[in-house]
């Protein structure tokens, strides 16, 4: 049900961890590379693919759909292709990578009665087209970077962890796919060249690497060289959400995660996260979940 992995490349190694359950497979990767450079991939198995770009910036070709695509850390798309042939060209030294795999006919049940582009995606599939359900691909927002982290490291066994990780898969599948769906329909207005994105991207990155002691927007502003108007305005258009709400809702999963998995009192995690007092970490948490952080330590 769980395998650990690891490639070589020529420049580099990738190290990850697969689970399977009911025919699907979820991967997540960690690749590190000594130089940029350019790396073959391809597959047999005729899969839909879920794939999900949450750190670092590369670009692949992918021989069945006949295109290129230029990503930069934290997005994500569906495709499918009988086969699986692409080149990657790593941009950074480090990516990474998460992945679902559905058998194709479980993944025309699930969506069946769905969105009209999941439709049409479901119809190219059954046609044994190569297909991708958007060439805009959608952002890796809170909730999805959150149900990814709820995958690994989930701490249930046997039954259960199938439970959960089957549950977790459609989840995603819906998050993703509504995500994409209102992707393809945004206009960006503030940001709208690669190197903006990637400063966006790394004040996404910094919240994650601060939350515990999260800096202010001055503070973030100066880090990434974005003047505080377009750091506002652009993580909103990127993210659909504010700094403040992002980061929020990055301690409050945070917190739950330490509820779930270690002995720490809820007024220790709130001081670890740095609400100014243990009350006010508790209605933060209830506002956002419905109910209480000791409801949670009890009742997960």
């Avoid at 005729?46 to 006949?66: A, I, T």
Wanted: glycine share 6%; aromatic share 10%; charged share 25%.
């Amino acid at each position: 049900m769980e395998e650990r992995q690891s490639r070589e490349f020529d420049k580099g190694k990738m190290s990850g961890v697969l689970w399977q359950c009911d025919g699907i497979r979820i991967g997540h990767a960690v690749s590190k590379f000594t130089e940029l450079s350019s790396f073959s991939s391809s597959s047999k198995t005729d899969v839909v693919r879920m794939h999900f770009g949450m750190r670092g910036n590369y670009s692949f070709d992918y021989k069945q759909l006949n295109k290129t695509y230029d990503l930069i850390g934290g997005h994500h798309n569906i495709m499918y292709s009988s086969d699986f042939d692409m080149v990657v060209t790593n941009k950074t030294l480090e990516l990474e990578t998460f992945g679902i795999q559905f058998p194709k006919e479980l993944f025309v049940q699930f969506t069946a009665g769905s969105s009209d582009a999941l439709k049409r995606f479901s119809q190219g599939i059954m046609e044994g087209k190569s297909v991708i359900l958007s060439d805009k691909w959608g952002v890796i927002d809170a909730p999805i970077q959150q149900v990814i982290q709820q995958i690994i490291h989930c701490k249930y066994a046997d039954d259960l962890k199938k439970l959960f990780l089957l549950s977790k898969s459609i989840e995603l599948l819906v998050l993703c796919a509504d995500a994409v769906s209102v992707s393809q329909d945004k206009k960006e207005i503030y940001i709208k060249n690669a190197t903006d994105k990637e400063k966006i991207i790394a004040v996404r990155d910094l919240i994650h690497e601060r939350v515990h002691c999260p800096p202010n927007l001055t503070e973030i502003a100066q880090s990434v060289g974005l003047n505080e108007y377009k750091l506002k305005r652009g993580f909103k258009e990127t993210f659909n959400n504010t700094v403040f709400g992002y980061l929020t809702d990055q301690r409050l999963a945070l917190a739950r995660q330490y509820l779930l998995d270690t002995e720490q009192t809820a007024a220790e995690i709130a001081t670890t996260l740095g609400y100014a007092t243990p009350q006010h970490f508790n209605n933060a948490f209830k506002k956002k979940f419905g109910v209480t952080p000791y409801s949670v330590r009890n009742n997960p």
